[in-house]
């Protein structure tokens, strides 16, 4: 792993359907805990809300994930709930107001648009950026700067090559 500016970079993937991406995140989810935090970049249509729709499921959620654009969160239940936020009408700063501590305490956190997070918040995050390639291609790359984002990204770097 190379590190750029502070942060230390994983594995790159790459997905060529939307269904192989939410076997990324399915893939991704038994490493999940409470508290943790998963940051999700990348443009409209990238396959954000595909990727947590794996992640849920991963973690045994029963519900089906729809984007939460007009909630800005999500909470699905499971032994490991996982809170869904979804941040692309946040204007920036007002993320504080969305009760992020009471998130983390009892679920894990997945933000679409995440870089719009606190920077407090994103600094133990598993920070994944999407970029669409031609076609249904998308490419994947994930960094972490410390603590959990850390230990998130051996277990990003250690899923089996989903290029498919
Ligand atoms: N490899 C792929 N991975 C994920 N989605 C894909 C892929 N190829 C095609 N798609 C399609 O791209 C779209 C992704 O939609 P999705 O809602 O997950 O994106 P998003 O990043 O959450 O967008 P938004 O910013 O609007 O929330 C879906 O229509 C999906 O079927
Ligand atoms: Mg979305």
Redesign the pocket.
């Known amino acids: 792993m190379s590190r750029i500016d502070g942060a230390t970079v994983g594995a790159e993937r790459r997905?060529?359907?939307?269904e192989?991406?939410e076997a990324l995140g399915a893939g991704l989810a038994p490493a999940l805990r409470v508290g943790d935090v998963v940051v999700l970049s990348?443009?409209?249509?990238?396959?954000?809300?595909?990727?947590v729709a794996g992640l849920a499921r991963g973690l045994g959620a029963p519900s089906r994930v729809r984007?939460p654009?007009f909630t800005l969160v999500n909470e699905y239940g499971g032994p490991v709930p996982l809170a869904h936020l979804?941040l692309?009408r946040i204007d920036p700063g007002e993320a504080h107001g969305l009760g992020l501590d009471e998130l983390a305490a009892r679920a894990a956190v997945v933000a679409?648009?995440g870089e719009r997070l606190p920077s407090e918040w994103r600094a133990e995050a598993l920070v994944i950026t999407?970029a669409p390639g031609d076609g249904?291609?998308?490419d994947f790359a994930a960094c972490a700067e410390r603590g959990r984002g850390l230990e998130l990204l051996a277990a990003w770097n250690a899923l089996g090559a989903e290029d498919a």
Do not use: C, H, N, V
């Open positions: 997905t060529r359907s939307a192989a991406t990348g443009p409209l249509g990238a396959g954000k809300t595909r990727f984007s654009a979804d692309y679409e648009w999407i249904d291609t998308r």
